[in-house]
């Protein structure tokens, strides 16, 4: 089956800085997709890697090993409006299906 | 430019009621997709469409659910006999072409089945 792991919950403080992986196993890659969703709200798109590296968009940056199949998104200077619920999505077989993790809550402590 | 429209936010049926979904895409995007998500988990992917067509429903269950996307007006997701099961979040996102690196979501329908 095709499946995305990353961890359920993360807690953090105000001003740090916070990884939150996700490997993945699918039968084809394309890319992986990070986004951020509050409460109640809409998921909204934050970074893209389809090639190995690190990608920097500001305090957020993304990274992704396709050797390893894994990928993480590095948050900076956390802010209190950073609490949220943060998803790794894959293009697996299709450039058009995304797959995702089931999202990482975090939980961010002045 | 206003963003992905769905409405209605929030959405109450009895069971076996009729739910219509209805999502109005990004001004110049002729791609939608339609995700479900439950509570404390990701999104599932349900359909795929572009104008008129029906491109991958491999994600949706083949009972009770369609969708469509008419030449003119919003895409519709149609919930025919609603149970308790299909309460969940729908949201829709839509793009310019193929691909989700730059799909935009919108705010959801949130159906509760009572």
């Known amino acids: 089956g095709q499946s995305l792991e990353q961890p359920s919950e993360v807690t953090a403080v105000e001003g740090a800085i916070v990884q939150i992986n996700c490997t993945y196993q699918t039968s084809g890659f394309y890319g992986l997709s990070w986004y951020q969703q509050h409460d109640g709200g809409a998921p909204t798109f934050l970074s893209y890697?389809?090639l190995d590296g690190l990608e920097e968009t500001g305090r957020f940056s993304s990274f992704l090993s396709r050797s390893d199949s894994y990928g993480y998104l590095l948050l900076q200077e956390l802010q209190m409006k950073d609490s949220a619920s943060y998803f790794c999505?894959?293009?697996?077989?299709?450039?058009?299906?995304?797959?995702w993790g089931a999202g990482t809550k975090l939980i961010i402590k002045p | 430019n206003a963003g992905v429209m769905q409405n209605p936010r929030h959405l109450v049926r009895r069971r076996g009621q009729e739910a219509r979904l209805r999502c109005s895409p990004m001004?110049?995007?002729?791609?939608v997709y339609w995700y479900r998500q439950l509570p404390e988990e990701g999104l599932k992917f349900m359909v795929y469409l572009q104008k008129e067509n029906i491109i991958d429903e491999s994600g949706m269950p083949k009972e009770r659910f369609s969708a469509e996307f008419p030449k003119e007006g919003p895409s519709i997701l149609r919930i025919q006999q609603v149970v308790r099961g299909d309460s969940a979040a729908y949201f829709c996102?839509?793009?310019?072409?193929?691909?989700?690196?730059?799909?935009?979501f919108g705010q959801g329908t949130r159906l509760t089945v009572v």
């Open positions: 001004k110049g995007h002729s791609h």
């Open positions: 999505a894959v293009e697996g077989d299709s450039n058009y299906q995304l797959i």
């Open positions: 890697n389809a």
């Open positions: 996102a839509s793009s310019a072409g193929t691909g989700n690196t730059e799909a935009f």
